[in-house]
């Protein structure tokens, strides 16, 4: 029997703030479909392709290569994958996913959430599994939460683009998301400094609770739905949370000093994103590039594209 094949793509995304909503996981047995996250940001141009191959075996096995690393450790869209294929009841298969991200990772930029939707798609697609959208991103939605590499971005990249902000925090299709009007002209520049590991750093009861009370908080600024409101929604939080570096700040306020419409730290990433009008997306890459060797320096059109199967 030939490999069953398919290729996928979702988009990347920043989060400019957000607030947990895990009070779901409590119960028993805990309700992914509940828990999530609130907040806003905006998905990018440039996100992870995954070409999945799949061949009947007498077992099961999955693995990952990344940007041509097979001994990446993929944890969270491998256990996407797991998921999906336990709920489908599929017979055993050997699955072997090859990604392309075009983003950092680790950074802030939504490549995990990326690379396990694009993942499960590729997977049922080439499994012809008769399941919605929603329910197939739904594994990669429980996958970051199980794995703590995310909340709410899958329910928010799945089928929209742009910018947006969540209302109601939940799984893909329960969670409430309202988009923001962007100008055709606008562009994000970011600034990718080193890898954080996202893991522990809301560990504490007490650091959760600021940062609920910081991103409810930001969530009522941006209520306008206005791009400025949500960019200096995100602004004031990360100013307040406390988690950029000096480094990171220092390019943020250069940003500003250039003109950029609002510039922030990537939720929670050594990282910085700027919104510009197009025609400043060079001068403010060669000022970023010029106060630090260390920037690594791109340019996104915001949303644009979807997640999708693009070959089956």
């Keep these: 029997m030939p490999?069953?094949?398919?290729?996928?793509?979702?988009?990347?995304?920043?989060?400019?703030?957000?607030?947990?909503?895990?009070?779901?996981?409590?119960?028993?047995?805990?309700?992914?479909?509940?828990?999530?996250?609130t907040g806003g940001g905006f998905t990018l141009s440039k996100g992870v392709y995954t070409s999945a191959w799949l061949l009947r075996s007498s077992s099961r096995a999955v693995s990952a290569a990344v940007n041509g690393n097979a001994n990446y450790p993929a944890d969270t869209t491998v256990r996407a994958v797991e998921l999906l294929l336990d709920a489908a009841r599929c017979p055993p298969h050997l699955v072997e996913l090859v990604q392309t991200v075009e983003v950092p990772i680790k950074a802030g930029f939504g490549s995990s959430s990326a690379s396990a939707?694009?993942?499960?798609?590729?997977?049922?697609?080439?499994?012809?599994?008769?399941?919605?959208?929603?329910?197939?991103?739904?594994?990669?939605?429980?996958?970051?939460?199980?794995?703590?590499?995310?909340?709410?971005?899958?329910?928010?990249?799945?089928?929209?683009?742009?910018a947006a902000v969540i209302t109601k925090a939940g799984g893909p299709g329960v969670?409430?998301?309202?988009?923001?009007?962007?100008?055709?002209?606008?562009?994000?520049?970011?600034?990718?400094?080193?890898?954080?590991?996202?893991?522990?750093?809301?560990?504490s009861q007490r650091m959760r609770n600021k940062v609920n009370r910081l991103g409810e908080a930001a969530l009522e600024r941006a209520s306008d739905r206005s791009l400025e409101s949500l960019l200096a929604a995100g602004y004031e939080f990360a100013q307040e949370l406390g988690f950029m570096t000096h480094a990171v700040r220092t390019l943020v306020a250069l940003a500003l000093e250039e003109?950029?419409?609002?510039?922030?730290?990537?939720?929670?990433?050594?990282?910085?994103?700027?919104?510009?009008?197009?025609?400043?997306?060079?001068?403010?890459?060669?000022?970023?590039?010029?106060?630090?060797?260390?920037?690594k320096v791109d340019s996104f059109h915001i949303g644009g594209r979807t997640a999708q199967v693009l070959a089956e």
């Design 3 to 37: 490999p069953k094949t398919a290729l996928a793509f979702a988009p990347a995304v920043i989060s400019n703030f957000f607030a947990v909503h895990t009070e779901a996981l409590a119960k028993d047995p805990p309700d992914y479909w509940r828990a999530g996250a």
């Design 117 to 162: 939707l694009s993942a499960v798609m590729a997977v049922a697609a080439a499994l012809d599994l008769p399941m919605s959208k929603e329910e197939v991103a739904f594994f990669a939605h429980k996958a970051e939460i199980m794995r703590h590499t995310g909340l709410g971005t899958v329910s928010s990249t799945f089928d929209y683009s742009g």
């Design 175 to 203: 969670a409430k998301v309202q988009s923001v009007p962007v100008p055709h002209d606008l562009r994000v520049v970011t600034a990718f400094l080193s890898p954080k590991k996202k893991g522990g750093r809301l560990g």
């Design 259 to 295: 003109g950029a419409v609002g510039a922030s730290q990537n939720m929670l990433g050594n990282a910085l994103h700027a919104v510009v009008r197009e025609r400043e997306v060079a001068r403010l890459s060669s000022a970023i590039r010029a106060a630090s060797k260390f920037a």
